[in-house]
């Protein structure tokens, strides 16, 4: 990510930012400390708040201009927030944004269950704008990511898994969250069915190169840029798109050492490196580049029959900062 780019949208964003600590902390309100705690130690733990801008900034290029935008955006922080703390204890992550991942400071069941919590309320604060379509956009990303996350843990390890099988993953993991905020912000607006569809597909594209971005910085980031271990989703048994093309392509002996250094117990740096190497080899790295640059061409297409406004800037911008950031 270019630091003017990063710049760009932190000044743009700024205000509502503030906002969204101040909404986040105001509605957490659990009745033990302990939920507040441990919910606490992740979602103030300098997360981009991308989801909340983009429910926002969904809204308003749908000339939505009521102050409920910044309350209801915490809907889909709540949501992904919730997510991660499941996803680390199901991953036995050691790390998260730099931190102990939660379960390393408080037990396991207790971190499920705050991220139930915080599922729960997401869905509290769904109801309140008395939107029909919103609990249900919210209902079929909370189905989705479950099963998305399930198809990927039954896959685990698998050698043989498709790009397509791969893509339906990512599609239910991370896309259908960035879609049902951007599509949640349309409806808020009342926009008509056009403009909720436009924006909802503004976030499936969105969704898809950000995931791809995140997959390609496991094998390109350092520990410190990721604030976890780079080689993570190899550790966990997740084939990415990375490694999907580059085993697809390489020759049989590559192919067989790649396969070895995947399933190895005990996870080697030196070979990790050589691993690196190969998937620049046989264009893993540079074919997922292209697949998540066309998915930004499109989600900016999406935008084409909007009228020109600060949120429809800050909407193409985050589709160029998918790719580009370096965390």
């Known amino acids: ?14 205000p509502d930012l503030e906002k969204i600590e101040i909404a986040l902390e105001h509605h957490l309100k659990p009745n033990l400390g302990l939920v507040k705690q441990i919910a606490s130690h992740l979602l103030f733990s300098g997360g981009k708040r991308l989801r909340p801008l983009l429910m926002i900034n969904s809204a308003r290029i749908c000339g939505y201009n009521n ?36 379960h390393k ?13 915080l599922l729960a309320r997401a869905l509290d604060i769904a109801a309140r704008t008395k939107e029909p379509d919103i609990i249900s956009v ?60 436009a924006l909802n597909l503004y976030g499936f594209h969105l969704g898809m190169a950000f995931q791809m971005a995140d997959d390609l910085l496991d094998y390109t980031a350092s520990a410190k840029e990721l ?57 893993g790295i540079e074919y997922t580049k292209e697949k998540a640059g066309d998915h930004v061409d499109k989600a900016k297409a999406c935008l084409a029959e909007f009228n020109d406004c600060p949120s429809k800037q800050i909407l193409c911008l985050i589709a160029d900062y998918s790719i580009e950031r370096k965390v």
């Open 1 to 14: 990510m270019t630091k003017g780019l990063k710049q760009k949208i932190v000044e743009m964003v700024t």
């Open 138 to 197: 919210i209902a079929k990303i909370t189905r989705d990511m479950s099963e998305g996350e399930i198809d990927q843990l039954e896959k685990k390890g698998n050698l043989d898994l498709s790009e397509k099988e791969y893509l339906k993953i990512i599609e239910r993991k991370t896309a259908v969250l960035l879609q049902g905020a951007c599509k949640s912000g349309a409806i808020l607006a009342n926009a008509p069915k056009g403009q909720q569809d």
């Open 227 to 283: 604030g976890k271990n780079p080689g993570a989703d190899m550790r966990e048994g997740k084939l990415t798109l990375p490694l999907i093309y580059s085993l697809a392509n390489a020759s049989q002996k590559d192919r067989k050492w790649m396969e070895a250094a995947i399933t190895e117990p005990q996870f080697d740096s030196e070979q990790f490196e050589k691993l690196k190497k190969k998937l620049y080899i046989y264009k």
């Open 67 to 102: 102050a409920f935008d910044i309350e209801f955006s915490t809907i889909f922080e709540y949501l992904h927030a919730a997510t991660l703390l499941h996803d680390d204890v199901v991953d036995e992550a050691e790390k998260r944004r730099g931190k102990k991942a939660a």
């Open 105 to 117: 400071k408080w037990s396991a069941p207790k971190v499920v269950l705050t991220g139930d919590f």
